[in-house]
């Protein structure tokens, strides 16, 4: 299994370009997420999903929009970048069998927006 | 909304010395607090949660303490080792379904051999 996988690795946008963050899991896991994170503030929940066809504002949305048509895949769209937006973006999936919280990180994706 | 707080976030000690990590978090409906190591330019990583209904749990060299009256719980690393150095991330969640995490800001563990 490849776990959580997320492209591109790096990326440099202008402000106002827009593009979107790929991540895909490959464990069946129902429920998955987008980090920020940025020095000396921990990592910060943007959106989730707890289905295919789900999905819900975290802590930081704005900016951000999400899909989940599939189980596999959950990619984050930046609509505008800014550069308040330069972070390191991690997408996470978990099971949603009780007693299996873990929740399983991709590699992250390091973005500026310059 | 919840709210983690971290300390210290920076601790150095020599190996084989003990380590301790505190958290404390505001919302008492939170049930679930999980402990992430972080090293360098890696992904975070799961090393050891415990829920509300449990006081302490413990893994090898590693465990975590819960007060749910004062609202706070620790990470103790006993025996030290170098490949412990890394970020350390508590978080708190109300959620045992899907873990709305609120994370503290890390502390970042240097072990000197």
């Known amino acids: 299994n490849a776990g959580v996988t997320q492209t591109p690795k790096f990326q440099v946008l202008k402000t106002g370009q827009s593009m979107t963050l790929q991540c895909a899991q490959d464990m069946n896991h129902e429920y998955m997420s987008w980090y920020r994170q940025d020095p000396g503030m921990g990592l910060r929940l943007i959106h989730y999903?707890?289905?295919?066809?789900?999905?819900d504002q975290g802590e930081v949305p704005n900016g951000y929009n999400v899909s989940r048509s599939t189980t596999e895949d959950f990619p984050l769209r930046l609509l505008s970048a800014a550069p308040s937006q330069t972070s390191v973006y991690f997408c996470?999936?978990?099971?949603?069998?009780?007693?299996?919280?873990?929740?399983?990180f991709g590699p992250g994706t390091r973005l500026t927006v310059l | 909304g919840e709210n983690v707080e971290q300390h210290p976030s920076t601790l150095s000690v020599q190996e084989g010395d003990s380590a301790v990590i505190k958290c404390t978090y505001s919302?008492?409906?939170?049930?679930?607090f999980p402990w992430y190591k972080q090293e360098l330019g890696k992904r975070p990583q799961l090393i050891i949660d415990i829920r509300s209904n449990v006081g302490e749990k413990k893994d090898q060299r590693i465990a975590v303490t819960l007060n749910k009256t004062a609202k706070h719980f620790s990470l103790h690393i006993t025996e030290t080792q170098p490949e412990d150095s890394a970020v350390y991330f508590c978080?708190?969640?109300?959620?045992?379904?899907?873990?709305?995490?609120?994370f503290g800001t890390g502390t970042r563990l240097l072990v000197s051999p």
């Open positions: 999903s707890v289905g295919a066809g789900i999905t």
């Open positions: 978080a708190a969640s109300r959620d045992l379904g899907f873990q709305k995490l609120v």
């Open positions: 919302d008492s409906a939170s049930n679930y």
């Open positions: 996470a999936s978990s099971p949603s069998r009780t007693g299996h919280y873990e929740q399983f």
